[in-house]
């Protein structure tokens, strides 16, 4: 196959460089365009030295008739309400396009409304995009021009949660408790981003109306046809990357055993070359997935009260943003899905 033409939408966040920096290795890239709000005109390596000799390239405004003639993907690297604006007049050409931040991760301008607390500009295309949570949706990924990358407490949660679903549909509410460095509340400063804040601290935010709630109900709205509602609560941890969650659910059925479902998620994720089931009595690690893009999940049964606890650790930046939406790019362009990440 010829050589991958790419552009990327604010590639100066963490997500735009965490995936610069794997572009850079991927055999069968090229980025072209590269743009940003800020550092319009200055060279990428003026504002990070690691790309000094490995990437000669320079930050431009976002032209659409530039990326258009140059580009065969563009990659939205922006925080929630940018990609809107701008997707749309890229219908018209053949460039791919993958979204990163969460524009088309949900169905209606109603739902942006009551979890972005935004209007959707483009609701009316909502429809073309496919979720790529890539080791359950590969086939849609395959077929589409447009994918909506997960969010990573998703990512994390249901890469961990829907295999079960497919065994067992609980009645009583799943609870999905979630821990994030703090790199997963992006670039844009806020208080409790700040060193003094979140330094020797570890605290709950956004308890209630998180928009990842949303996303993960959908995720297994696309995966089992059943609309439910899961108690999602993410927390900010004193470190760089990494998301730790554990998932809780009720079991009333018997009949399922520790090792019938840790029997089940190894064979359901056998053709999954970044997904680890852990041996059971193993417990995951976020230090063992950083810089990577896999996601590495262990199960444990607590025959005492029926719960069933599901642990997943993934780097928050890679396999929950830049990493994800590689893999999907491979997918899409008919390429190995690990090729430039491993």
């Known amino acids: ?7 990327i939408v604010g590639a100066s966040g963490y997500s735009g460089i965490e995936l610069l920096k794997q572009l850079i290795r991927h055999p069968k890239a090229e980025v072209t365009v590269i743009t940003s709000g800020t550092y319009v005109g200055k060279q990428l390596s003026s504002i990070n030295p690691y790309f000094k000799g490995k990437l000669d390239i320079q930050f431009t405004v976002l032209n659409y008739d530039h990326i258009k003639n140059n580009c065969d993907v563009l990659f939205f690297a922006t925080p929630s309400g940018t990609a809107m604006q701008h997707a749309h007049h890229f219908y ?24 972005y607390k935004k209007e959707h500009t483009d609701d009316k295309s909502l429809n073309k995009w496919v979720y790529g949570l890539t080791e359950v949706f590969k086939e849609d990924i395959t077929k589409t021009n447009y994918l909506s990358n997960p969010g990573c407490y998703p990512t994390s949660i249901l890469l961990a949660l829907l295999p ?20 997963g509340k992006g670039k844009k400063i806020t208080e409790d ?21 949303p996303e993960i109900e959908r995720g297994i709205q696309l995966f089992t046809g059943i609309n439910t509602h899961i108690v999602f609560t993410p927390h900010l941890i004193p470190m760089d990357r990494g998301i730790l969650s554990t998932i809780y659910v009720n079991i009333t059925n018997t009949s399922l055993t520790e090792n019938k479902i840790q029997s089940h998620f190894e064979s359901f994720y056998k053709d999954s070359p970044f997904i680890k089931i852990l041996e059971k009595g193993s417990f995951p690690q976020t230090k063992n ?20 606890k599901i642990i997943s650790v993934i780097d928050n930046l ?22 430039g990440l491993i």
């Open 1 to 7: 196959m010829s050589i991958i033409k790419i552009g």
């Open 193 to 213: 981003s700040l060193y003094l804040e979140c330094n020797e601290n570890f605290l709950a935010y956004k308890v209630v109306g998180h928009q990842h709630t």
């Open 289 to 308: 997935v950083s810089y990577t893009n896999e996601c590495h999940i262990s199960i444990a049964l607590d025959d005492r009260t029926g719960i069933l």
């Open 318 to 339: 890679i396999k929950g943003a830049s990493g994800s939406a590689l893999q999907n790019m491979n997918i899409m362009f008919g390429l190995e899905e690990t090729t």
């Open 164 to 183: 079960f679903l497919k065994l067992y549909q609980p009645n009583s509410p799943i609870i999905c408790d979630a821990k994030s460095g703090v790199s």
């Open 92 to 115: 018209d050409s053949l460039v791919k396009l993958i979204d990163i931040s969460g524009d088309f991760r949900l169905t209606s301008n109603e739902d942006y409304i009551k979890w």
